[in-house]
């Protein structure tokens, strides 16, 4: 290590929304137009060394040992913001590995702004908070801020607050262990970028106003169900969060679809387990993999039958996980 290097590695999961978030309030501090809820996944991780060295001009961000100069540029606007909060101009070289489909719709950004917030501020000893480096790298990513927690976690717009939105955990995953198996059915990176559909659905969906209105309420139903471990309530609210932001994003102009075939067929084989008795309920974010979020009992019956599906590349198996840690 060189005279006035410091690094740091830290580890981050993706989450999915349950009570899905789309949409902005204000682009250029990337504030979402409403609140969400979420599960943090444990079995899949970004890790993501940041080494500081005064020797560095500029950053330099590489992403499974290749450098990617196109997601440099956001990596660095990450930076710049914490450099700037904690009186730092050092630039960095960064090095993150995902051990799952990146930019695919399994919320690799979330992941990978978590770990890269946590990493830097280990490395160059500011101590932050979680609150305030969820708040950090909800700026670089809106969902990145549910990473920095495990378990539920729930992001909430708080305008007359120290910040605009505060971040925290509902329920730690031991709590409540719910499994979650992903089926993937694409490894490509999806066409439409999130910021970039959102802001066409904004400017051209009919029904955006309504998405809006209409969160409070879901955020409410989902919260009160998470905290009293209602499995039958939490399915029936996250399974209309998610078609409704698909619904929404259809209505765009021109629509996005970010669904394949099989992922419409997954849907369909568990709308079928569920009305068979088996406890389970799916998600979608804005790409073609599909999670479908169960009670223990119910993994074997869902991953038989996801398994069986024409299209299915693999079937991805976790529970829920911790927040973004300090790994070295």
Known sequence: MS?????????????????????????????????????????????????????????????????????GHRVSACLDRLRARLGSGLHAVIESENDFPTAAGLASSASGF??????????LRGNLPPEDRADLARQCSGSAARSVFGGFVELRLTPGGPRPTETSQLL????????????????????????????????????????????PADLAGARAAVVARDFEALAEISEASCL?????????????????????????????????GVPVFFTVDA????????????????????????????ILETGLGEGARVLR
């Open 114 to 123: 978590a770990a890269l917030v946590t990493a830097a501020d280990a490395a």
């Open 3 to 71: 005279s006035g290097e410091s690094h740091a590695t830290a580890v981050a999961h993706p989450n999915i929304a349950l009570v899905k978030y789309w949409g902005k309030a204000a682009v250029e501090d990337n504030l979402p137009a409403v609140g969400s809820l979420s599960i943090t996944l444990g079995g899949l991780s970004t890790t993501t060394t940041v080494r500081f060295d005064p020797a560095l001009e500029h950053d330099r961000f590489f992403l499974s040992g290749r450098e990617d100069p196109t997601m």
């Open 172 to 215: 730690p995953p031991e709590a409540w262990p719910l499994e979650v198996l992903v089926a993937v059915t694409s490894t490509g990176p999806k066409e439409t970028g999130s910021t970039e559909g959102m802001l066409r659905t904004e400017r051209t969906s009919p029904y955006y106003r309504a998405w809006v209105e209409s969160s």
């Open 244 to 276: 409704k932001m698909h619904g929404l994003m259809l209505s765009a102009r021109p629509g996005l679809l970010y669904w394949n075939g099989t992922t419409l067929e997954c849907l369909h084989r568990i709308r079928k387990l569920r009305r068979s």
């Open 287 to 314: 790409g073609p993999q599909v999670k479908a979020v169960c009670l223990p009992e119910g993994v074997e019956r869902v991953r038989a039958e996801l398994a069986a599906v024409p299209g299915v590349l693999r």
